[in-house]
């Protein structure tokens, strides 16, 4: 079992929650509620339950409880404006590292999470999409993985680390 600061951290966002049922060790769960403010698209933080999430200016090292590493699961990354306001928070906790896991990203919304914090953040994406509408949403949808296809599997996790490469 993981124990101590070095226990990964797992920051959920949107519907991220049932992902945790696959961890093979339990680890501390912390949320940050974000969502994208419709008319400016400015992400928006409503709920954060990091302990002791901030520090100040006159005891910048006042937190002792941030994690070493971070996983943030975002499903869909779009703009990356809420992934990056997302990092921001996690950076200002105090982790040493953080990595964002995404089902589905744009290359832009992509590129915009990791240029947050380009020395402490890891992307690893399961799919790219390079197009998004005028309303900065995704376009197209997922297309159906089989999950019996284990070939299919094995392509878009290389695909994966190839992006991951591409885009920091």
């Known amino acids: 079992m993981l124990q101590g600061k070095q226990t ?22 912390h949320h940050l509620g974000l969502f994208r403010e419709p008319t400016t698209l400015q992400p928006v933080e409503y709920y954060n ?5 901030r520090s100040t200016s006159s005891n910048p090292d006042a937190n002792g409880t941030a994690a070493d590493l971070a996983i943030l699961l975002d499903p869909i990354v779009a703009t990356g404006g809420t992934a990056a306001a ?20 744009t290359r832009t919304g992509l590129t915009k999470a990791a240029s947050e ?22 376009r197209t949808y997922p297309r159906h993985y089989d999950p019996d296809d284990t070939t299919e599997f094995l392509q ?13």
Request: charge should be negative.
């Open 8 to 29: 990964p951290t797992i920051l959920l966002s949107f519907s991220s929650f049932q992902l945790t049922d696959l961890l093979p060790n339990p680890v501390p769960v």
């Open 49 to 53: 339950n990091l302990p002791f999430h």
């Open 86 to 105: 997302a990092i921001q928070s996690l950076k200002e906790w105090g982790v040493k590292k953080v990595i964002l896991l995404s089902i589905l990203g």
């Open 117 to 138: 914090w380009p020395e402490g953040v890891e992307v690893l994406v399961g799919d790219v999409d390079d197009e998004i509408d005028a309303k900065e949403l995704r």
């Open 156 to 168: 878009l996790s290389a695909t994966s680390r190839q992006e991951n490469t591409l885009i920091r």
